[in-house]
């Protein structure tokens, strides 16, 4: 069985601040960790995926996120937000095999203030 | 990149009519495809995977003769809600996956069900 908590349902920075949006998994066997962005009535938007390659996954816009089989985390970040970051985030896991469902956090909402 | 095409992107049907959802892939072909439910303010919550030539699975709780999957292509994947109520008011997301490689699953747009 796999699981995804997201630790904060809202997030608030400052334009130009740190961005930290955390996520911890569950998995019984290795998997696959993804960070998707979503805004208003849209669907979603892969920023970035671990796939058992490099520990430090660079994504788009600017967003980074490590995996961490110690802390069973793989938490999101950006050093500098941006106003175009406020949206909702998931982070969701899936079995390393191609052609499994990906199984969802709650989501965090971001916003950035000016 | 790879697009998966969604349509309609909102529709408001009457309460005790039947909507179609399709989900296209324009550019692969989709041997698996997977509806996902999103309440306002909510997670994605899978409903069902759907396997191209043969019937869907449903996640529990979930009622496969209100539901209706259909995967008759590699490219196609409809979902019927059938009867609606206005507790299916909703918004229906699916995503579609190559058969092969560890490419990520491929969201469409969404679709805004109303049902008043």
């Known amino acids: 069985a796999q699981s995804v908590t997201q630790l904060g349902s809202h997030v608030s920075v400052s334009e130009g601040a740190l961005v930290l949006l955390r996520c911890n998994y569950s998995s019984s066997v290795p998997p696959y960790l993804f960070w998707y962005v979503q805004y208003p009535n849209q669907g979603l938007q892969l920023l970035l995926k671990y796939t058992s390659a490099a520990t430090l996954v660079k994504g788009i816009n600017g967003f980074e996120a490590e995996f961490k089989k110690s802390e069973t985390s793989f938490h999101l970040t950006k050093p500098s937000a941006h106003m175009s970051d406020a949206a909702e985030y998931f982070c969701?896991?899936?079995?390393?095999?191609?052609?499994?469902?990906?199984?969802f956090g709650k989501g965090t909402t971001l916003s950035v203030s000016s | 990149g790879a697009v998966v095409s969604q349509h309609p992107s909102r529709v408001i049907c009457k309460s005790g009519t039947s909507v179609k959802i399709e989900c296209r892939s324009l550019?692969?072909?989709?041997?698996?495809m997977f509806w996902y439910r999103q309440f306002p303010k909510q997670s994605l919550m899978l409903m069902a995977t759907s396997n191209e030539g043969s019937k869907a699975t449903y996640e529990q709780g979930v009622e496969k003769d209100k539901f209706l999957i259909n995967h008759a292509s590699l490219t196609l994947s409809t979902l019927t809600v059938t009867s609606a109520h206005p507790e299916d008011s909703s918004f229906y997301i699916c995503s579609a996956s190559r058969a092969t490689g560890d490419s990520p699953l491929h969201f469409g747009n969404g679709t805004r069900l109303t049902v008043t």
């Open positions: 550019d692969f072909q989709a041997t698996t």
């Open positions: 969701a896991v899936s079995a390393q095999r191609p052609g499994t469902a990906l199984i």
